[in-house]
């Protein structure tokens, strides 16, 4: 888990160390720099496997042919390592770097589909005079490109080849139109002219100035032979995920848990418990040395009670961290900077909770991400189940009840009316229907499976793949590898994520509650209240308590300042009446406060990223 960078082209050595080390944040273990004729790649190093100088990188294999920069980790490698060598390649490390480059040295383009695990890579072909550059299935890992005039240059992060750019421009529209940044990670275009996103689950060769790319993943073409019997389709769910966290438990450093209280985190707590107590020799470094939680005292997004409890039930350590708020000011435009995009949220309390692990000795993180996409635990997507219940009146209640159980009972998320809500999703149904708009639009939509998913599935493959999803990824890789800590998601390994698309909605939202193939699967593992417990609250700021609170008069400062004023980026008074609505408003929603950030957070980005304030 690392930074990396690398062009084809030119430079002095002092421009490609300032580009690397934009990126130490992302490996503060070491840094490596290899130039070869009219190449260079360069890595700074997160130690995970193989601390000794062995897993340094750049890396090249044993014929000099390769040499590779990788950011990432291949959970298998033990089983590939052994496949290799049974193939007669031979190993100087303990590294999973090292089976990455002799895999692909082996096989090719094709050793990606042996892979579980998370990655951005860069091989470099020396004989060939080719760049190999891959991205993992789903995004985990970022990888960005552009041509300058210095050459074909690529990077985990944008702010790495900013010295290569004649100038710093940002995108008219996606930066402007702030709300509507939810699919455009799924997609090439960034905030910056001139930089590219290379695209999840693909692999390209550039040779003589042009770039091959192929995509090698596509979920739809993995499903699963599931069983028809919904409690065996949650046994195959309950020993794939405990296989997966069993993988997921390989290191030699210290492994933690980011628990919130809800039911993806505790499951992914309780599984390792359970493996690192079973199946000790599954376990490498100091496995579960405690867990965190971020608490939020006197706001509906504190989960802190249920963290509690369970780390009790297990007997785990568990640090709460509540929010400092000086701490949120001062390195408000810092996480900005580290951040370096739009969304929905302020980044600094998500970077303070993943600061506070590393501080304590905690260098990877096991977290539950994905869960939520691929088996709808989002209102916004069970709420397409309605369209499979159709008017069926079992099945019309027991969606009903899995979506209003689901949501936080509070005044920042007021609840319509039953009638009213079934009443305006047929409604917009209807409307979509006669404009000739699909509900769930997928740039897969031609696949032969498309047709066969059911309405719930197509919302939550687009979730998975090109909305949601890939959004949470890039803003966790932010969060945490800006204090050099790894995370790990053991839902998105592709074996789950290929059976969650291979599974009927009536697996996913049944009997008044969301996720159910996943809670009768982890029901074993946990308390019974908590793997059954509906309330989704979700890892959120409560950014409507602060902006009345805490943050109140730093907000109010700046739409006053001279910088606000002559920011071409916001349109000011929307953004000012946005905040003063939220101010002004004992009943402001989440939503209003939502809105109010977005229509601010375009400043704060210009602030941090292009005017280097920090």
């Known amino acids: ?45 997160l130690s995970i496997l193989d601390l000794s100088d062995r897993g340094s990188q750049p890396m090249a294999d044993v014929s000099g042919r390769y040499r590779i920069t990788f950011n990432g980790e291949l ?58 550059l891959c991205r993992d299935r789903f995004g985990k890992k970022p990888l960005f490109c552009a041509q300058t005039p210095a050459g074909f240059a690529f990077a985990s992060e944008m702010k790495a080849l900013f010295p290569l750019l004649d100038r710093l421009e940002p995108h008219p529209v996606l930066t402007r139109h702030s709300r509507d940044i939810m699919r455009y990670e799924s997609g090439e275009e960034c905030l910056i002219l001139g930089i590219t996103r290379f695209p999840a689950g693909h692999w390209g060769l550039y040779h003589d100035g042009r770039m091959r790319r192929e995509r090698w993943w596509c979920t739809l073409d993995h499903p699963v ?14 020993d794939t995920f405990l296989d997966a966290c069993r993988l997921r438990l390989r290191s030699d450093v210290p492994v933690g848990c980011a628990l919130s209280g809800g039911l ?8 390792t418990v359970r493996i690192a107590r079973d199946h000790p020799e599954a376990r490498g470094g100091d496995v579960l040395r405690h867990a965190f939680t971020a608490s939020f005292p006197g706001t509906p997004q504190d989960e802190t009670p249920y963290a509690r409890r369970l780390a009790e039930h297990l007997g785990v350590p568990l640090t709460v961290l509540e929010m400092d708020q000086d701490a949120i000011v001062s390195r408000f435009f810092e996480s900005m900077y580290l ?16 600061g506070a692990m590393r501080q304590a000795g905690v260098t990877v993180s096991m977290d539950g991400h994905g869960a939520d996409e691929c088996f709808a635990g989002y209102l916004f997507t069970m709420r397409e189940a309605l369209a499979d219940a159709s008017w069926r009146p079992a099945a019309v209640r027991s969606v009903l009840d899995a979506y209003f159980n689901a949501r936080p009972d509070s005044p920042q ?12 999703f047929h409604a917009a149904r209807l409307r979509r229907r006669m404009s000739g708009r699909e509900p769930a639009a997928s740039r897969d939509v031609g696949h032969l499976r498309w047709a066969g998913l059911d309405h719930l599935t197509r919302a939550l493959y687009v979730a998975t793949h090109e909305g949601i999803l890939p959004t949470l990824l890039r803003n966790y890789d932010r969060y945490s590898m800006a204090n050099g800590v790894e995370i790990r998601m053991p839902f998105l390994d592709h074996r789950i994520v290929s059976l969650a698309f291979s599974l009927p909605w009536t697996s996913k939202v049944r009997q008044g509650f969301s996720k159910a193939v996943v809670r009768r699967g982890v029901e074993g593992l946990m308390p019974t209240d908590i793997a059954w417990r509906c309330t989704k609250i979700g890892f959120n700021a409560p950014v409507v308590d602060w902006m009345r609170g805490p943050l109140r008069q730093f907000f109010l400062d700046e739409v006053h300042s001279r910088a606000f004023a002559e920011c071409g980026l916001v349109d000011r008074g929307l953004a000012i009446s946005r905040l003063e609505g ?33």
């Open 339 to 354: 951040f370096e995009e739009l969304h929905l949220s302020m980044p600094a309390p998500f970077m303070l909770t993943y």
């Open 582 to 614: 939220v101010l002004g408003d004992s009943r402001a929603t989440y939503a209003q406060g939502e809105a109010a950030w977005t229509a601010l957070a375009p400043y704060f980005w210009e602030q941090a990223v292009l005017c280097g304030r920090r």
């Open 1 to 45: 888990m690392c930074g990396i960078f690398g062009l084809v082209g030119r430079i002095d050595e002092a421009t490609a160390q300032d580009c690397r080390d934009r990126l130490a944040h992302r490996g503060p273990d070491g840094s490596g720099l290899w130039r070869g004729e009219g190449v260079v790649l360069a890595h700074r190093r």
């Open 75 to 132: 959970y298998n490698f033990l089983e590939l390592r052994r496949k290799l060598e049974s193939l007669g390649r031979r190993f100087s490390s303990d590294s999973d770097t090292e089976v990455f480059l002799e895999a692909y040295a082996q096989w090719g383009p094709a050793c990606l589909d042996r892979f579980n695990g998370m990655w951005a890579a860069a091989i470099w072909d020396e004989r060939e005079r080719t760049l190999f």
């Open 264 to 271: 993806d985190s505790s499951a992914v707590l309780c599984a």
């Open 413 to 424: 998320f007021p609840r319509p009316s039953r009638l009213r809500f079934l009443w305006d």
């Open 225 to 238: 032979e599931v069983p028809s019997r919904f409690e065996e389709q949650a046994e195959l769910f309950r």
